[in-house]
């Protein structure tokens, strides 16, 4: 249980807030590249509660900036996207992708006017077709880390943006520290529903939850396992939560990694990146820019559909409320790494109010390589495996 100003400090995003403060020396997923086309080379978007435009220059460049014009506030998601950056269509100032104004088309060019706007904008990284942005100091901006997943070519590349999660970013977090929860959510579920192709371990006991804190030089995290009764063979495959807003996860056909970007407090944006490895290592035949699919967690009347995992995790995330009440909660054992999770966050808020360094940020270039997260110990866990020591114990 917290007190409502823990809950206050750990939830909010917005600008100034002691965790939007911590969340800004993260880069964020803001989009599936593919998003992003030819005819149409902008995209709203609202991230740490800012109302930010995301455009594709004529160049092929990114930029993220604020929605409204520097000059009287016209929305830039009306401009054009000119070679070099954008041109608002409300009287045509134009700003780069640093936010530098380099034209004012009706004021005197002797006056220096232009140069003293400086309009807000946050620099843009791509990588394995997502598009990542960093919205904090200029000068504590970490290397963007390269996940295998994302920096790998001998597979197949996909990505989900999910339905917008109405509700609070830590919900979905504190989920990812929550191994129980995919028994009755998950398994139960869609064994009710028919599914034939419902989730393994149903009917398994646990004899051990794992919690191990991993801090690496390019990222931090919680690693987690379960481990069966009777049955010294682990759940799954370990699957970090990855500090502070990631799911790294096995599945089915691959990997995925789970980005849970903050819109505001109350909303968030999921996006599923999905890996598939090729058989024989080859390099596999995809576009640059992997093609992304919308998935909807609801039906057309508001209801959660719950015919896969995403739909019935946005329930139980987005019914805990808006920002989950953690006033009144109870948390038992098998809540220890929601606890943990939150310890860690509640020390890296301190760690930055300090000026101490920051887990999970990387600024050392010796150290800027592909982070491997799949490892060898991945190839032995088998769905089907794990099916049959169900069936054995069912
Ligand atoms: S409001 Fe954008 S140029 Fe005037
Ligand atoms: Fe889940």
Same mark, same amino acid.
């Given at each position: 249980?917290?007190?409502?100003e823990?809950?206050?400090?750990?939830?909010?995003?917005?600008?100034?807030?002691?965790?939007?403060?911590?969340?800004?020396?993260?880069?964020?997923v803001?989009?599936?590249?593919?998003?992003?086309?030819?005819?149409?080379?902008?995209?709203?978007?609202?991230?740490l509660?800012?109302?930010?435009?995301l455009?594709r220059?004529?160049?092929?460049?990114?930029?993220?900036?604020?929605?409204?014009? #520097?000059?009287? !506030?016209?929305?830039?998601?009306?401009? =054009?996207?000119? $070679? @070099?950056?954008?041109?608002? *269509?409300? %009287?045509?100032?134009?700003?780069?992708?640093?936010?530098k104004?380099?034209?004012?088309?009706?004021?005197?060019?002797?006056?220096?006017?232009?140069?003293?706007?400086?309009?807000?904008?946050?620099?843009?990284?791509?990588?394995g077709?997502?598009?990542?942005?960093?919205?904090?100091?200029a000068?504590?901006?970490?290397?963007?880390?390269?996940?295998d997943?994302?920096v790998?070519?001998?597979?197949?590349?996909?990505?989900?943006?999910?339905?917008v999660?109405?509700?609070?970013?830590?919900?979905?977090?504190?989920?990812?520290?929550?191994?129980t929860?995919?028994?009755?959510l998950?398994?139960?579920?869609?064994?009710?529903?028919?599914?034939?192709?419902?989730?393994?371990?149903?009917?398994?006991?646990?004899?051990?939850?794992?919690?191990?804190?991993?801090?690496?030089? #390019?990222?931090? !995290?919680?690693?987690?396992?379960?481990? =069966?009764?009777? $049955? @010294?063979?682990?759940?799954? *495959?370990? %699957?970090?939560?990855?500090f502070?807003?990631?799911?790294?996860?096995p599945?089915?056909?691959?990997?995925?990694?789970?980005?849970?970007?903050?819109?505001?407090?109350?909303n968030?944006?999921?996006?599923?990146?999905?890996?598939?490895?090729?058989?024989?290592?080859?390099?596999?035949?995809?576009?640059?820019?992997?093609?992304?699919?919308f998935?909807?967690?609801?039906?057309?009347?508001?209801?959660?559909?719950?015919?896969?995992?995403?739909?019935?995790?946005?329930?139980?995330?987005?019914?805990?409320?808006?920002?989950?009440?953690?006033?009144?909660?109870?948390?038992?054992?098998?809540?220890?790494?929601?606890?943990?999770?939150?310890?860690?966050?509640?020390?890296?808020?301190?760690?930055l109010?300090?000026?101490?360094?920051?887990?999970?940020?990387?600024?050392?270039?010796a150290?800027?390589e592909?982070?491997?997260?799949?490892?060898?110990g991945? $190839?032995?866990?088998?769905f089907? *495996?794990?099916?049959?020591?169900?069936?054995?114990l069912?």
């Open positions: 249980m917290l007190s409502q823990e809950n206050d400090l750990l939830t909010r995003v917005g600008p100034g807030t002691p965790a939007g403060q911590l969340l800004r020396r993260y880069w964020h803001v989009a599936a590249a593919s998003e992003l086309t030819d005819e149409k080379p902008k995209k709203r978007v609202r991230i509660g800012e109302n930010l435009l455009y220059n004529r160049r092929g460049g990114y930029g993220l900036v604020a929605e409204r014009c #520097s000059h009287r !506030g016209a929305s830039l998601y009306y401009g =054009f996207t000119e $070679d @070099d950056g954008i041109r608002c *269509a409300y %009287h045509g100032w134009k700003y780069d992708a640093c936010g104004c380099v034209e004012q088309p009706f004021e005197n060019p002797e006056s220096g006017f232009k140069d003293k706007i400086q309009h807000p904008a946050y620099p843009v990284e791509k990588l077709g997502l598009l990542f942005a960093y919205m904090g100091p000068d504590k901006k970490p290397l963007w880390p390269k996940w997943v994302l790998r070519l001998d597979g197949v590349k996909k990505v989900d943006v999910c339905e999660l109405e509700c609070n970013w830590l919900q979905a977090m504190e989920n990812s520290v929550d191994p929860h995919t028994y009755y998950h398994s139960h579920t869609l064994k009710l529903k028919g599914d034939k192709d419902y989730v393994p371990f149903h009917y398994q006991q646990l004899s051990k939850i794992d919690f191990e804190l991993v801090i690496q030089p #390019s990222w931090a !995290g919680i690693q987690k396992q379960r481990i =069966f009764a009777g $049955d @010294d063979v682990p759940a799954e *495959a370990p %699957h970090p939560l990855i502070p807003n990631i799911l790294f996860v599945v089915r056909t691959g990997y995925a990694m789970h980005f849970r970007t903050p819109i505001d407090d109350a968030t944006q999921v996006f599923q990146f999905r890996f598939s490895p090729t058989k024989d290592g080859r390099i596999a035949d995809q576009p640059e820019d992997p093609p992304f699919e998935v909807a967690t609801k039906n057309d009347d508001g209801e959660f559909h719950l015919n896969h995992f995403a739909s019935q995790d946005h329930m139980a995330w987005e019914t805990q409320g808006p920002i989950a009440d953690r006033t009144c909660e109870h948390l038992g054992e098998g809540d220890r790494g929601i606890i943990m999770f939150r310890k860690l966050l509640r020390e890296q808020i301190s760690a109010q300090n000026g101490d360094n920051l887990i999970g940020v990387n600024f050392d270039p150290q800027d592909m982070i491997q997260l799949i490892h060898a991945y $190839d032995a866990y088998s089907a *495996a794990a099916r049959e020591r169900e069936a054995k069912a």
